[in-house]
């Protein structure tokens, strides 16, 4: 179209190739916290991420939560594991270095398609998510986002509030499955989340959960 912003142009062709072939990369990207503890058979870094990108839809019904950008930054929050690999506290690097790393990487993704404003996009998401890294113990957050702000929903929430806590949420899940299926004992992943799903529909689903693991460790000292 004559006059479009070439801004909103589509990536061309051989740029979404290669920008998927760095996406496929998560898929066979380990998440650290579970090879470190032994779990087999294992979920890859994509498969963590698809989860926490459906969760959010069980928010849709609330006016309050942009539940479509929760679920975009769902998709983005680990793409740079795809470069740099899944870096947790126990790989002895700090949080600055992990941030250079990650942020270096996030910029490599965006070159390539630098003809889109998609590149732009999957990094300002990215960058909205760390943001909420630092920003999440601060009180009083109420507004919209502005241009260089960390983004909130309507009523203040955080979208790293949200994100947060399904990634918690995902987490303690999966915990589970690989206790009741494998015989391991995750209790280190349960201490660590509690208290730190914040938002109150989401701390339900997270009560629900550690009641099913309560029943199901009483059952098995029987």
Known sequence: MSGQD?????PKPNEVIELLKVCGKLKRTARTGWVRK???????????????TLLPMFLSNRTDIDHVRCMKIGLVHD?????????????GVSDQEKF????????????????????EEIVEL?????????????????????????????????IKLIVLGVTYQILIGNGQEYESEQGIDLSEFF?????????????????????????RLGEAKK
């Open 191 to 215: 201490e660590s989340t509690k208290g730190k799903i914040r938002h109150s529909e989401i701390k339900t689903w997270e009560e629900e959960l550690r009641r099913s693991r309560e029943a």
């Open 79 to 91: 793409l740079a594991e795809a470069l740099v690999g899944d870096i947790t506290p126990h790989c």
């Open 100 to 119: 250079k790393l990650e942020s270096e990487a996030m910029s490599k993704i965006k070159s390539l398609v630098p003809g889109s404003r998609i590149g």
């Open 6 to 10: 070439k801004s909103f142009e589509v």
């Open 38 to 52: 032994g779990v087999q058979n294992y979920e890859s870094v994509a498969e963590h991420s698809w989860r926490i």
């Open 126 to 158: 990215w960058n909205e998510y760390e943001a909420g890294e630092s920003t999440e113990a601060k009180e009083g957050c109420v507004g919209r986002r502005g241009l260089a702000d960390v983004s909130f929903f309507c009523s203040g929430l955080y």
